[in-house]
């Protein structure tokens, strides 16, 4: 061992401590070793080496940059030569360039960023000042003040959460959690049900859950992965198949006037043939209630069983694990109140807000009062009353001093830094892609006759899949095919309208689910405090397992023109494909 310089304090000072297990990291040819008592020392000439990149990667990598320069270049003569490339294929380019390099690369900063300048590019016809000029005017600043009230609530709940930890709340509930959750599978099903249980706001759901069940399931040694897909699957999947919530209400907004039934109405009729938030919902309490897994998640639980929640990539949220941020360690004074109390408040505060700015849009009735309400407002509101609530609740108790408390606001703040940089280039690049009609031109690909109307259900669901996935967005995606399909089926076929909806919105959750621009992707990561690209790639067998699942449903019910036909044949084959994976899994453990 090596003795340690300056230099080399430096460096230890920045290492994070995992407390069960030693963590190394390598800096040139020296070793740093921490060990569980927190001692820390160098290692030199140990032979280890560096992590090469595979061959095959960079081949990969390369290729890819060649075909996107040559896309580049064959739009720009075309740019030159007059041509627009608005509502046109080339619409699709930029959101799939940013897909295709946040998976190569993992890295989504970058990824997305150059999805953004080529949709500046291709929006200004390659002009450079317009492009610059059109990203930060149109894109950066219109998505960042459209957008005010989210970033705001992610802060104000950031802030929450920091506080609930301060105040030890957190790790009062893994103290209760010891002596009431047993078990690994018991802790993946208490996740399940929180998820639920939050059902009126994705976005609330993603970091609320994660931020309560954090504590639990890393006691119980389940991924970080594992943590981040458990959010996921219990966020738009419970959104979109829950009458009160603003998804319902975002639905209910983009039925077309004078349609056959109202908004609300249909998207009621449309829950029971809603094939991917159901199926995702049982192919969760499956997998939780056997403990199984398959594909990357895996690897990941493998490794989280020996100690390593995060695989990689976990450097930014280990510091969070262990620091108790408070004068002297204070944790011991929290008790599970002081986690349950703010969340109780933030729940009933966001639905009486969500009722009242409804209200005040001219809802007549509790209905009328959810499809009219402002989601975002509401749940600002009710950030800002939690944080006052706990100023109240946490001081005169003394959980917490008033230098604490007040130490948590900015420390809050940063927690919520990386999902909103992320959030601010993905909806940037929205609005690129809707400036280049990305919308119009999916209107006019979805041209269909007669002969394939029995396919209709099918078609939409992969249609809406391939939006979602592109866009990273639900919501866009439902703006743009609802009115298509309702305008289709609404006066000839109320059933198949139904069904064809159903589809739409099925498709819309699934293909925001493997996108690594979705927001509500990044808020699961956000909210389990996992790498990014990490959910992305141990989310996306799930996902298509299940949309293979929804391909045979849909296509059931367009040939029978019954919904329920699909729903019968979506939750089969999904039975079917889980037992074969949980023989496989058995075998494996046996072997």
């Known amino acids: 061992a090596a003795p340690v310089s300056g230099t080399q304090e430096k460096i230890l000072r ?21 060990m569980e008592n927190h001692d820390a020392f160098f290692i030199k000439g140990v032979g280890f080496m560096r992590t090469k990149t595979p061959k095959s990667k960079t081949i990969l990598t390369k ?15 075309k740019c030159a030569n007059g041509a627009s490339l608005a509502n046109t294929a080339w619409s699709l380019l930029p959101p799939v360039i940013a ?8 890295e989504a900063y970058s990824a997305l960023f150059i999805g953004v300048l080529v949709g500046g590019l291709f929006t200004c016809g390659f002009a450079p000042v317009a492009t610059l000029d059109t990203i930060l005017n149109d894109g950066l600043i219109a998505a960042i003040a459209a957008n005010a009230g989210i970033f705001l609530f992610l802060v104000l709940l950031g802030i929450i959460v920091s506080l609930v930890n301060a105040a030890g709340g957190s790790a009062a509930f893994g103290r209760w959690a010891e002596t009431h959750i047993k078990t690994h599978a018991g802790a993946q099903l208490a996740t399940f049900v929180l998820g639920i249980l939050i059902f009126i706001d994705d976005y609330f759901n993603c970091l609320t859950v994660g931020s309560v069940m954090r504590p639990v399931t890393d006691k ?64 969760v309490f499956f997998t939780s209630l056997l403990g199984f897994d398959f594909g990357l998640m895996k690897k990941h639980e493998r490794n989280a069983a020996h100690g390593d929640l995060f695989t990689s990539g976990g450097e930014a949220f280990q510091n969070q694990e262990i620091k108790d941020p408070t004068e002297g360690g204070k944790f011991a004074k929290g008790k599970v109140i002081d986690l349950i109390a703010p969340m109780i408040v933030m729940i009933f505060t966001a639905i009486a807000t969500m009722i009242w700015t409804g209200y005040l849009n001219g809802g007549t009735n509790l209905v009328e009062d959810f ?15 939690t944080v006052g609530f706990l100023l109240l ?25 990386p999902p909103i940089l992320i959030l601010v280039l993905a909806w940037t690049l929205k609005g690129m892609t809707d400036a280049l009609g990305i919308g119009d031109f999916v209107r006019q690909a979805v041209s269909l006759n007669e002969g394939l109307m029995r396919f209709v259900p099918l078609l939409i669901f992969c249609i809406a899949i391939f939006i979602a996935f592109s866009s990273g967005t639900s919501w866009g995606t439902f703006a743009i095919l609802v009115p ?19 589809a739409v919105l099925a498709g819309a959750v699934c293909g925001d689910h493997i996108s690594p621009i979705s927001d509500t992707t990044i808020l699961a990561s956000a909210g389990a405090q996992c790498h990014h690209i990490n959910h992305v790639s141990t989310q996306i067998p799930y996902v298509l397992c299940v949309a293979a699942c929804c391909f045979l449903g849909y296509l059931a019910a367009g040939i029978t023109a019954n919904g329920w036909v699909g729903t019968g044949v979506g939750f089969a084959a999904l039975i079917v494909v889980l037992v074969i994976l949980d023989r496989k899994n058995k075998e494996t453990k046996e072997a």
């Open 14 to 34: 920045t290492v994070t401590v995992f407390p069960w297990r030693a963590v190394m990291r390598e800096h040139e040819d020296l070793v740093c070793v921490m």
């Open 63 to 77: 290729i890819v940059a060649i075909v996107i320069l040559a896309l580049l270049v064959i739009a720009a003569v």
């Open 99 to 106: 897909i295709v390099l946040a998976l190569i690369t993992k």
């Open 220 to 283: 119980y040694k389940v991924s970080r992965a594992k943590l981040a897909y458990l959010i996921d699957a219990t966020a738009a999947p419970v959104c979109i198949i829950a009458p009160i919530s603003s998804w319902a209400a975002a639905v209910n907004s983009y039925v077309p006037a004078g349609s056959s039934m109202s908004g609300f109405e249909m998207f009621v009729r449309t829950i029971p043939f809603n094939l991917y938030a159901m199926l995702t919902l049982y192919m």
């Open 371 to 385: 499809a009219n309400c402002s989601s975002s407002e509401s749940l600002v509101f009710a950030g800002l009353v």
């Open 393 to 417: 609740f946490y001081l005169p108790r003394r959980v917490i001093g008033f230098k604490d408390f007040m130490n948590s606001v900015p420390e809050g703040g940063k927690l919520m830094m």
């Open 484 to 502: 298509i399909v309702v305008n289709m089926f609404s006066e000839t076929d109320p059933t198949m309208m139904i069904v064809a909806v159903s």
